[in-house]
């Protein structure tokens, strides 16, 4: 039995993890890939600091390791897709996508601003309209598809009062795009024979400078008018989730009343 001085030692414990050295590394090493709650992260961190330094593993390289990935989920449904995800069971999908007043449909504990937050164009934006979101599919990301598929309603609601008189979408539109840092895309607002609206030319480029995945990527977009040239433009952000499913837009049935 452990001595009162050995109990209240702060390293005492240590020496029970490395009795399961081969055990903890099975289990790190099963969870390079996976986005922990903070608080088990750290507990990890620690169990694999003591392991290694009690099995004296050095790096072949000489690199400092990576620490395990600690990522603070945004909302309770972030929480609750993860957990669902671990018990190999998905949340009901109507419930988490997430009607605003504005009339945007957003994933989770999340409204983004009237006009997208990139400081240089703070006195650049003409028209503008509401933000809205999309997660991207596998399609939106697929090398040999090189274009991003815009909701038809999105579109209606969003994109069409922004355009003028000769602006022929079954042609083409030329745009610019931007990502939050203000960079510049060249991209293409068209209808495929398809009846689908996409951004193509830059998108590929875009899409590979942001690293962008389908599922767990969100990208909300906002489209106006440069102040200067009266182009149309598009500004789109990018968020990361731990969702690795599509999940259903569920917008709320409209009531008549007589």
Same mark, same amino acid.
């Given at each position: ?10 390293? %005492? ?46 790096? *072949? ?29 998905? +949340? ?13 449909? !957003?994933?989770?504990? %999340?409204?983004? *601003?009237?006009?997208? *937050? ?29 274009? +991003? ?28 795009? %931007? ?26 480029? !875009? ?38 499913? *599509? ?9 008549? %009343?007589?």
């Amino acid at each position: 039995m452990a001595s009162r001085e050995d109990r209240e030692d702060p390293g %005492y414990g240590d020496g029970m993890m490395t009795s399961s050295t081969e055990e903890g590394a099975y289990l790190l090493l099963h969870l390079k890939h996976t986005i922990l709650n903070p608080e088990t992260a750290r507990n990890l961190e620690h169990m694999k600091s003591k392991i290694l330094s009690g099995i004296k593993l050095k790096s *072949p390289s000489g690199s400092k390791r990576k620490a395990l990935r600690i990522q603070e989920p945004e909302a309770p449904q972030a929480r609750e897709a993860t957990n669902g995800a671990a018990r190999g069971r998905s +949340l009901p999908r109507e419930l988490q996508f997430q009607q605003q007043e504005r009339g945007g449909l !957003f994933y989770g504990n %999340y409204t983004p *601003p009237d006009l997208p *937050p990139i400081p240089s164009l703070q006195n650049l934006i003409q028209d503008c309209s509401k933000p809205f979101e999309k997660q991207l599919a596998l399609s939106d990301v697929k090398d040999n598809q090189c274009r +991003l598929s815009m909701n038809k309603e999105d579109v209606e609601n969003n994109i069409m009062p922004l355009l003028r008189n000769g602006e022929n979408r079954n042609e083409g539109i030329d745009v610019t795009t %931007y990502d939050m840092a203000g960079n510049e895309y060249p991209m293409v607002f068209k209808i495929w024979a398809t009846k689908v609206h996409v951004l193509t030319g830059g998108w590929k480029t !875009f899409c590979n400078d942001l690293r962008l995945v389908e599922n767990q990527d969100f990208v909300t977009l906002w489209i106006f008018r440069h102040v200067d040239n009266g182009g149309l433009c598009f500004a789109i952000h990018s968020r990361r989730l731990p969702v690795f499913e *599509p999940i259903k837009k569920k917008r709320p049935i409209r009531k008549n %009343y007589h």
